[in-house]
């Protein structure tokens, strides 16, 4: 290297490892060093330095010989050695696979798909921690330089997959100060984990103490107990013998805590592999659509997807997709007997006699016992025109008509229970009366009327003489009756 090559040299690498330089004049630089390089520099935060002979006393004169030129050169070749950097691509096909094998009734296409970017930073810290004894323990980190947060380093098992899937590539893109700054934080962290490591290390150093310490007591508290029941052997009073075990149990304990003070804290955090890593992550939007119903799934390269029953909750399938558009496991949907839409089951309804399978818009209930009916085994009751099965009917014995339970509870319907005499012959009434036979006139008429039915009584003078049912639904009269004179039915 030629002489007029030092000062670009010195300047640019200086600015390449991330110190900061200042022009003073025309002849000297000041160098700012970052705080991860002082203790290169005897601890120094900043340095004048000119590539001219100087008497300047705060200048510090730069040649190829110069340490701080060969501490330079040599932290560039650290740097370059240290830092390897690739890319990995990820690709949602596991995902798209393992959903096409979770929808096995379903198409699914995938609709919109892109790659997206994400740069990080992974530091291997070796960490060296000296107490009593010296230990040593190697811990990546993953930082990404996007977000600024941490992510999980792949365990030591899958570290070497990890590694062959990366394309060793050079990335030039991202600036140093941003990798610098990422590296110091790793940094932060790799102390922080180093303290929290020493804490524990403490605390079962401590403990050991405590146990030696308890020993000791137990074994003194002992010997002081028989103590006082017996003379010496050495031939000292009691009193004097409980005063020199007290002072052995002292001295005993004095030294195991001098023993093990631990003389020195000391910790060193060195990177030993720094990995510039851009990923290229997939995502995509995916249909899956069932013969019912079709939903959309995000799938995301990095991220396990989630899909659940709508139903259980479950996450692993078969699935498929219901016609209200939601996953379902494909043992926990029916079809409606009456729609055939397909439903998650917990939505299921079943006909109480003929057990059909319903959804909530097809089924049918009960006024009477709020059961499920399918159409075909609800009926509507004439009298109050609810809903009801047709084994909640009961047969008037006057009227011949079947009736809910409610309307007809004792065998004689509330309509025959409540005629009423004709004070007014309205527009209906007088079409009935119209329709009525040759054979059956009275004079007086009771009537009760409820729902569709009309029951209408005509009366002699004395005797009823015979009963109609009047349905309003088929204009018609749908049952006649004629009493004898005893007032009883005569058929
Ligand atoms: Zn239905
Ligand atoms: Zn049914
Ligand atoms: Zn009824
Ligand atoms: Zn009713
Ligand atoms: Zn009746």
Redesign the pocket.
């Known amino acids: 290297m030629e002489l007029y090559e030092l000062k670009p040299y010195i300047l640019e690498s200086c600015h390449f490892l991330g110190m900061k330089v200042h022009q003073m004049t025309t002849s000297n630089w000041k160098i700012f060093f970052p705080e991860k390089y002082r203790d290169e520099f005897n601890g120094q935060e900043e340095m004048v330095i000119t590539f001219e002979k100087t008497n300047d006393p705060h200048a510090t004169y730069i040649t190829f010989e110069t340490y701080f030129t060969q501490k330079i050169a040599q932290l560039v070749a650290e740097y370059n050695s240290g830092v390897s950097s690739g890319t990995i691509t990820t690709t949602i096909q596991t995902h798209l696979d393992k959903l096409k094998d979770s929808f096995p009734d379903c198409n699914l296409q995938v609709t919109s798909s892109l790659f997206e970017r994400s740069d990080f930073i992974m530091v291997w810290f070796k960490t060296t921690v000296n107490l009593y004894l010296t230990e040593e323990y190697l811990k990546g980190f993953k930082y990404s330089l996007k977000t600024g947060t941490f992510e999980n380093v792949p365990s030591e098992e899958k570290l070497n997959d990890f590694l062959d899937e990366i394309k060793e590539e050079q990335i030039t893109d991202i600036s140093y100060d941003l990798i610098d700054g990422a590296i110091q934080k790793l940094y932060a962290i790799a102390q922080e984990d180093a303290q929290t490591f020493i804490t524990e290390k403490l605390k079962d150093h401590e403990a050991t103490l405590q146990k030696e310490i308890n020993r000791i007591n137990e074994y003194y508290d002992l010997l002081e107990s028989e103590n006082e029941l017996a003379e010496s052997s050495k031939g000292l009073t009691p009193e004097e013998e409980l005063a020199l075990l007290k002072k052995e149990r002292k001295n005993l304990i004095d030294q195991q805590i001098k023993k093990s003070r631990i003389q020195q804290q000391e910790v060193t955090i060195e990177p030993v592999a720094i990995l510039l890593l851009k990923e290229n992550n997939e995502s995509a939007k995916v249909t899956v659509e069932s013969p019912f119903g079709k939903v959309n799934i995000d799938l995301i390269s990095k991220t396990e997807s989630n899909i659940n029953c709508s139903v259980t909750n479950e996450s692993i399938g078969p699935f498929t997709i219901t016609s209200d558009n939601l996953i379902a496991k494909t043992n926990r949907v029916f079809k ?6 397909c ?1 998650g089951d917990h939505k299921k309804k079943t006909c109480v006699v003929c057990s059909s399978e ?6 049918e209930v009960s006024a009477i016992s709020h059961s499920t009916l399918c159409h075909n085994h609800a009926t509507e009751c004439q009298s109050c025109l609810h809903t009801i099965s047709a084994e909640e009917l009961n047969l008037c014995a006057n009227c011949n008509q079947f009736y809910c339970t409610d309307c007809n509870p004792s065998g004689k319907c509330h309509i025959c229970n409540s005629f009423k005499p004709v004070v007014t012959i309205t527009p209906q009434l007088h079409e009935i009366l119209k329709s009525l036979p040759e054979n059956m006139q009275a004079k007086k008429f009771d009537v009760s009327e409820r729902g569709n039915r009309i029951n209408l009584l005509g009366k002699g003078l004395i005797f009823k003489s015979f009963l109609i049912v009047y349905d309003k639904t088929s204009h018609s009269i749908i049952y006649t009756d004629k009493y004898n004179l005893f007032g009883r039915k005569s058929k």
Do not use: T
Not at 336 to 341: A, E, V
């Open positions: 409606c007997s009456n729609c055939h839409k439903l319903l959804c909530d818009e097809c089924k």
